[in-house]
């Protein structure tokens, strides 16, 4: 019988080649909890594509209870700081993956050659102690651009930044 593994799905891009990677040795559930998204339509575009993702996967979808999207509370919460608002993500993860009898969490955000990989590592692994739940590392980047290029070519919703209003400013003050 396969573990069971929670993955933290920020967003369904992302996650193509975490799910690759792990989807012969591993029963995975998605856990969506990505209030850092700017704004309320790009959160809705990047959850839908999510739960469209785990429907075609076959994949259990969870996301945090009760939820109700409002960036201000985030922002207020993490300063717009890419750390921060790893370690606030990844501890519900953790606690969520504890308190539902999971064998290990895991996240899509070590997909994307674009975030702070170490800082994501060690946060997970923090998070996972603090819990006392299994986190399960890999370095899912060699097949990030082949799984976002699958979900390309499916027709899925591919976004432009990050999440946070900060890395949409950056984004789109460049050009």
């Known amino acids: 019988m396969k573990k069971k593994l929670l993955l933290h799905i920020c967003c369904a891009p992302c996650s193509a080649s975490a799910v690759a990677a792990l989807k012969t040795q591993y029963d995975i559930s998605f856990y969506w909890y990505n209030p850092n998204i700017y704004d309320k339509e790009e959160y809705g575009k990047r959850k839908d594509c999510a739960v469209r993702y785990a429907k075609e996967l076959g994949f259990v979808f969870f996301e945090e209870k009760d939820f109700i999207y409002d960036y ?86 591919l976004q432009k930044y990050c999440a946070c209003r900060k890395s949409y400013e950056e984004r789109f003050n460049k050009q």
């Not at 509370?73 to 009898?101: I, M, P, Q």
């Not at 955000?109 to 975030?115: E, T």
Request: aromatic letters at 16%; proline letters at 2%; hydrophobic letters at 35%.
């Open 72 to 157: 201000n509370l985030w922002k207020n919460k993490s300063a717009e700081n890419c750390a921060l608002c790893y370690k606030l993500r990844l501890a519900k993860t953790a606690e969520f993956a504890k308190n539902n009898g999971f064998d290990f969490f895991s996240t899509s955000l070590l997909s994307s050659p674009y975030q702070k990989h170490d800082i994501i590592k060690q946060t997970a692994l923090e998070c996972a102690a603090a819990c006392g739940v299994n986190f399960l590392y890999k370095d899912f980047r060699p097949g990030f651009y082949e799984g976002k290029n699958s979900l390309r070519r499916a027709g899925y919703y």
